[in-house]
C-alpha cells in the first residue's frame, strides 16, 4: 500500500479514523478527570565512613560503596515499613506503604534516592522524611558491630523530603497525546480491516472485472432527489442531468449495426436505485424527440405510477388478460413526453405471466410501436422475473449501488443472465460518493413481500 492508496483509504474510512480517535482522547479525558491525583516527594541519604586512618579509611569506602546497594533495597524492608507506620500513625499495611515508596541508588555513587506517591502531597513528604530518618537509623543500627557504640559507616540526610503541591499524575496532557496517537493507530487498522472485508463495489473497475462489460454511467449522489426525484424537475446544467445524458448516449450507441430498442433495467437486489434510472432515462431519451415507452414489469412491487403520478389501476395486465386495450392503457407523462404502461393490478402469479406467449407478443407489439422501450424489472436474485424478460428484450442493462453491491451478488446476478441466454449490455454505477464522477438519487424502501399484503412504496 502506498501513499496513494492510504489517502484513498483515509477519505473513504474517514468515519472510523475519526470515531477512533475521539473515543480514545473521550476515555484518556475521562480517566484523566476522575483519577485521584498523586503527588510527589523526594529525600536523599548520603552513605559515608567515619574513620581517622587513611588505610581504614578506603577500605570503610570501599565497603560502603559496595553495601550501598543493599542499603536501598532495605529501604522497603518490612521492618523499616512498620517503623514508618508506626511513627506517622498511618492506616496502612507495610506492603501498602512500600508500594509507595521507590528507592534508587544511582550509578557510580553512595547516595540512596528515595522518592514517595501518596494522594496526599502533605503526606507524601512526611513518608519522604520520615522514610529517610529511620533509613539512617537503621543503617546505623545494622552497622555498628556488638558491644560498640561506634561505626565506620554513616548515613546522612543530604536533602530533607520536598514538598509539591502540583500532582505528578495523571498527566492529562501526555495522556491525550498518547491515546490521540492510539486512536489514530487503531482507527487505520480498523479501516484497513474492513476495507479488507468489505466486498461492495467501490468503483467502475470493480464492476467491470466482475461483469466482463463496460459501465455505462456513474450516477453520483445527489441530497435534493428525495424531494425531487425527476430530471424534469432538476436543473437542466446539473450534475445529475449531464450524468443521464451521458447514460442515453451510451446506450443509442451500443450496437450500430443492431436495431436494438427494448431494455430491460434491473439491479441484483433491491434498493439499488433501478426504478429512478429507469424513469430518468426515459425522460433523457424522450427529451431529443423519441417516442418513449416505459414498461412497469415489476409484477410484484410496482412503483411506476406511484413515481410518475398516473393511474396505476390498469396496465400491463389488464391488457394481457383483455380488461383494457392497448392503446387506452398506455398513459403519457405531460412533464416529460414519456409514454407509460404501468403495471396494472398486481397477479398471483407474476413469472407464469411474464414468461407467456402473450406477454412476448405484447414486447414485440410495443418495440414496433415505440423508438426505445424500458422494462423495469424485479431485482434478479429474490426472484426470476427480470431473467425472464431479458430473453425478450434486446438486452439487460444492470443497476448497481456503490458501497452496497456485493461482488458475490453482482457475480450471481451476472450468472443468472447467462444461464438463459439474456444479453447484458452494461453496468449503471448508481449513488457514487461526489468526490467521483456525477451525481445521483437516495435511496428508497424496496421490499419483498407479495404487493397485496404491503402498501405501495415511493419508487427505489
Not at 347 to 372: A, C, H
Amino acid at each position: 500500500m502506498d501513499f496513494k492508496d492510504i489517502l484513498r483509504l483515509a477519505r473513504r474510512r474517514w468515519r472510523t479514523i475519526v470515531g477512533m480517535f475521539v473515543v480514545a482522547l473521550a476515555v484518556a479525558g475521562a480517566y484523566s478527570l476522575t483519577a485521584t491525583p498523586i503527588y510527589h516527594s523526594q529525600s536523599r541519604v548520603f552513605i559515608s565512613t567515619d574513620v581517622s586512618d587513611s588505610q581504614d579509611a578506603y577500605l570503610a569506602s570501599v565497603f560502603a560503596a559496595q553495601r550501598v546497594q543493599s542499603y536501598g533495597d532495605l529501604a522497603n524492608s518490612r521492618d523499616l515499613m512498620q517503623r514508618v507506620i508506626n511513627r506517622l500513625h498511618l492506616d496502612m499495611t507495610p506492603a501498602e506503604l512500600s508500594g509507595e515508596i521507590t528507592a534508587t541508588v544511582p550509578s557510580s555513587t553512595v547516595l540512596i534516592q528515595l522518592e514517595v506517591r501518596d494522594p496526599s502531597p502533605r503526606r507524601a513528604q512526611q513518608i519522604a522524611q520520615v522514610e529517610a530518618e529511620q533509613l539512617t537509623q537503621y543503617v546505623t543500627q545494622l552497622e555498628t558491630p556488638r558491644g560498640r557504640t561506634a561505626t565506620p559507616i554513616k548515613a546522612t540526610i543530604v536533602d530533607p523530603a520536598s514538598f509539591d503541591a502540583s500532582p505528578v499524575a495523571p498527566r492529562t496532557g501526555l495522556n491525550l497525546a498518547v491515546a490521540g496517537l492510539l486512536g489514530l493507530i487503531l482507527g487505520f487498522g480498523l479501516a484497513v480491516l474492513r476495507d479488507v472485508l468489505d466486498t461492495t463495489v467501490k468503483s467502475h473497475d470493480d464492476v467491470e472485472d466482475v461483469l466482463e462489460h463496460p459501465v455505462m454511467a456513474g450516477i453520483g449522489y445527489d441530497p435534493d432527489v428525495p424531494r425531487h426525484p425527476l430530471l424534469t424537475e432538476a436543473d437542466a446544467h446539473a450534475a445529475r442531468a449531464e450524468a443521464f445524458r451521458v447514460l442515453r448516449t451510451n446506450l443509442q450507441f451500443l450496437d450500430v449495426d443492431a436495431d436494438t430498442r427494448s431494455f430491460v433495467i434491473t439491479s441484483p437486489v433491491p434498493g439499488e436505485g433501478k426504478t429512478s434510472t429507469t424513469v430518468n432515462l426515459a425522460i433523457a431519451l424522450a427529451q431529443t424527440g423519441k417516442r418513449v415507452l416505459v414498461v412497469d414489469g415489476d409484477l410484484r412491487r410496482p412503483q411506476i405510477a406511484n413515481l410518475l403520478g398516473v393511474e396505476g389501476a390498469v396496465g400491463l395486465t389488464t391488457v394481457l388478460v383483455g380488461r383494457s386495450t392497448l392503446e387506452e392503457s398506455i398513459q403519457v407523462h405531460r412533464a416529460s413526453g414519456v409514454h407509460i404502461l404501468a403495471s396494472g393490478p398486481v397477479p398471483p402469479n407474476p413469472s407464469e405471466i411474464l414468461q407467456s406467449q402473450s406477454t412476448r407478443d405484447l414486447l414485440g407489439k410495443l418495440r414496433v410501436m415505440f423508438d426505445v422501450v424500458l422494462i423495469d424489472a424485479p431485482p434478479l436474485l429474490p426472484v426470476a422475473d427480470a431473467a425472464i424478460m431479458g430473453t425478450e428484450a434486446d438486452g439487460v442493462i444492470m443497476v448497481v449501488r456503490h458501497g452496497k453491491t456485493t461482488r458475490d451478488q453482482l457475480r450471481q446476478a451476472s450468472q443468472r443472465l447467462s444461464a438463459v441466454g439474456a444479453r447484458l449490455f452494461g453496468a449503471v454505477v448508481n449513488m457514487t460518493p461526489r468526490r467521483l464522477k456525477g451525481y445521483d438519487y437516495a435511496d428508497y424502501g424496496y421490499g419483498y413481500a407479495p404487493a397485496h399484503k404491503q402498501a405501495h412504496k415511493q419508487a427505489s
